[in-house]
């Protein structure tokens, strides 16, 4: 299983960004998804989570802001982010698993994540 992250970068507060999770090596359609995020400092917290039928799950301090999506025909999951704030600012991460873990660290797979930078 091999997850890629890309589409991070530098925005003014305000701004938007979207991510991408490349997938490879299973059946991306068979497999759980998320997205997740850790500032220096800090503990890595769930985003977030995309189960198998399509429901979407988000941390609160990104609810209405961030939005989570997937098209299995290019195995990719993708995050919309809006409405940036530098509290935003974090390494981002995608993980995949089996398991529904929703927006819990415990997936088995990760990405080499992507940095997301927010200034005020």
């Known amino acids: 299983v091999q997850l890629v992250e890309s589409g991070g970068g530098s925005v003014q507060s305000g701004g938007s960004l979207r991510l991408s999770c490349s997938a490879s090596g299973y059946t991306y359609s068979s497999y759980y998804m998320g997205w997740f995020r850790q500032a220096k400092g800090k503990e890595r917290e769930g985003v977030a989570a995309?189960?198998?039928?399509?429901?979407?799950s988000y941390a609160d301090s990104v609810k209405g802001r961030f939005t989570i999506s997937q098209d299995n025909a290019k195995n990719t999951l993708y995050l919309q982010m809006n409405s940036l704030k530098p509290e935003d600012t974090a390494m981002y991460y995608c993980?995949?698993?089996?398991?529904?873990?929703?927006?819990?660290?415990?997936?088995?797979?990760w990405g080499q994540g992507t940095q997301v930078t927010v200034s005020s």
């Open positions: 995309i189960d198998s039928v399509g429901i979407t």
């Open positions: 993980a995949a698993d089996r398991i529904y873990w929703w927006l819990l660290p415990k997936y088995n797979y």
